[in-house]
């Protein structure tokens, strides 16, 4: 009998004129988010962890979506269930959140990717090949902090044992908080490879998010 491994995909799934809250967004246009670049490569990632694992495949989104982008997605992905909660005073975390809350508990995995991202087949074999421990998170890597050297983590996705879901939950519930790059700093990780990588975005051997190897930027 396989383990069981829940495949969230959460965040925005289509939003024309979209512009990143982070400090990227002041270097780029808006853009327009569109999951249905990402289709081929999550049905890839799927297919391959059923090998290994009974995979239920989740959404979660915000419930501004376009009626035909969620029945696109629904035909095409088959995914058990859809969730979708409004982005009116949203966080980072909110559709996270919301499907940890709706998924029900039962002993496995859980893998958290975003709706914007590419994932390259080096991925997807780390994370068919990885051993992971019942005690930690896994992230890719860890990364220097450009000014002051501090060990942070590629937080783009999270994949960890069900033991550890109150915990990891407990941690991005926290008011305010922004990203996961610190989240070393409050529940055990499994870095995937051993090597450090400057940031979320000199990981395309890995993952591409979308569309930032088509977007112009402002500056240099």
């Known amino acids: ?19 990143p809250l982070s400090s990227r967004g ?29 995979v239920n495949l ?29 982005k009116e005073g949203s966080s980072q975390f909110t559709t996270l959140i919301n499907a940890l809350n709706k998924i029900p508990d039962k002993p496995g995995k859980t893998l958290v990717l975003r709706g914007d991202m590419i994932v390259q087949d080096k991925l997807i074999d780390l994370l068919f090949d990885t051993k992971l421990p019942g005690d930690r998170v896994g992230v890719l890597c860890k990364t220097h902090h450009p000014v ?36 070393n700093d409050h529940v055990p990780v499994k870095l995937l490879i051993d090597e ?6 000199s990981c395309s051997e890995y993952f591409i998010i979308l569309p930032y190897n088509k977007i112009e930027y402002k500056h240099s």
């Open 58 to 86: 989740y959404i979660s989104t915000y419930d501004n979506t376009p009626s035909h982008i969620l029945s696109e997605i629904e035909n095409t992905l088959l995914p058990k269930d859809i969730f979708l909660c409004s």
């Open 148 to 183: 002051n050297y501090i060990s942070d983590v590629i937080d783009t996705f999270q994949y960890f044992d069900n033991n550890v879901k109150e915990k990891f939950k407990e941690f991005i519930s926290k008011p305010g908080l922004e990203h996961a790059h610190r989240i």
């Open 196 to 201: 450090y990588l400057r940031n979320t975005y």
């Open 1 to 19: 009998m396989f383990e069981q491994l829940d495949l969230i995909i959460k965040g925005i799934t289509y939003e024309e004129k979209w512009v």
């Open 26 to 54: 002041s270097t780029i246009e808006p853009y327009t988010v569109d999951i249905r670049e990402c289709f081929e490569s999550i049905i890839l990632l799927r297919d391959t962890l059923k090998q290994k694992y009974k």
